[in-house]
């Protein structure tokens, strides 16, 4: 069947997003059964088409920044499973230096800016990166995702208010995985729509189906395309589906086993692959190379971990305080 898209762009979606879904189980594993992964752990198995199809839609040095459930964006940027994986074992590695976990990966050099662990404080902290942009003159445009669960906080409001008004390169990106934490869109609020929660301040916004790379890569380039040309922020909300729980500590009582399973039928990486085979973008022998590929990254990163060293203690107040000293004696 023809596709929009190019065999170039099916592959990548493809090793993109399998890289991202063998990565999530390879760290569940050292989490549940090994026991070498501590603290939070939020799994983005489920919605990686988003992360394929923002990446095709957008620029190195365009910034993305997000929530806690960061590790499938962070890798889409281009953050090595080795840095990453020491990251969640609390090595000096990790590309928080091990001290940020789960929750808060990081990387300057490939312009992802967490991994933030207060709900909806990325919001602000995204149309601030856009401020930056619009500022300092450059061409680059600023995704910030949230969840549906962050969509609730007032920051969402003040951002929105100031983006339309100083016309912010930013996309706001709702991941709407129908739960937040345990609780219902539907039991949050009246505005089940959140891309609606735009109208208010007169901001274009999108619904999109956030289980297909296609739909996101569209919906995502018409947006970039209007913050560059001076036209200001785009609300998109992306209908999407954990898998896991909200977290790895989560016993899912809020869902049936039947609407996980509903979901899994649309998973956006058996699409992808079906729609490689049936166009004859590659063989089976292709695919099982590229899986392999996977498949050895997923496994060196954790042995990078393993061998890596703890922080040095000289290390624990290095990047969260900074010493001053005043010009007059404070008593």
């Known amino acids: 069947m023809p596709t929009k898209f190019s065999k170039e762009t099916y592959l990548y979606w493809y090793e993109l997003m399998q890289l991202i879904r063998q990565f999530e189980l390879k760290a ?9 992964i501590r603290g939070f ?3 983005y198995i489920g919605q990686e088409a988003i992360a394929a199809g923002c990446m095709t839609a957008t620029s190195h040095d365009d910034p993305f920044i997000t929530g806690y459930r960061d590790h499938g964006l962070g890798l889409a940027k281009g953050m090595t499973a080795n840095e ?3 990251e969640l074992y609390g090595k000096a590695t990790g590309c928080s230096k091990g001290k940020g976990g789960s929750m808060h990966f990081f990387s300057k050099e490939h312009r992802f800016f967490g991994g933030h662990g207060i709900v909806g404080a990325q919001i602000g902290t995204g149309a601030g990166l ?3 942009e619009q ?3 450059t061409n680059n445009v600023a995704l ?4 549906d669960g962050a969509a609730r906080q007032g920051i969402l409001h003040e951002s929105f208010n100031l983006a339309m008004l100083w016309k912010l390169p930013v996309i706001f990106i709702c991941e709407n995985n129908n739960y937040a934490m345990g609780t219902s869109v539907e039991r949050t609020s009246n505005v089940i729509d959140i891309y609606k929660l735009a109208d208010a301040y007169e901001m274009p916004a999108d619904k999109v189906d956030g289980m297909s790379p296609e ?9 970039v395309k209007r913050a560059r040309e001076g036209g200001g922020p785009t609300l998109i909300e992306l209908k999407t589906y954990r898998y ?3 977290s790895i500590s989560d016993p899912q009582k809020y869902r049936s086993k039947e609407e996980v399973d509903e979901y899994k039928d649309q998973d956006p990486i058996h699409k992808v692959l079906n729609t490689i085979l049936e166009n004859k973008f590659a063989t089976q022998e292709v695919i099982d190379a590229i899986d392999a590929k996977i498949n050895a990254i997923v496994e060196e990163s954790v042995k990078f971990a393993e061998e890596s060293p703890w922080p040095d203690d000289s290390e624990v107040m290095k990047d969260v305080y900074v010493d001053t000293n005043y010009p007059f004696d404070v008593d």
Do not use: D, I, L
């Not at 910030?144 to 969840?147: I, V």
């Open 28 to 36: 569940e594993e050292m989490y549940k059964m090994a026991g070498k």
């Open 41 to 43: 752990f939020h799994a």
């Open 84 to 86: 990453c994986m020491a």
């Open 130 to 132: 856009a401020f930056a």
């Open 135 to 137: 500022y300092n003159g």
């Open 144 to 147: 910030a995702f949230f969840g």
């Open 215 to 223: 739909a996101v890569h569209e919906s995502v380039s018409r947006a």
């Open 244 to 246: 896991k729980g909200h």
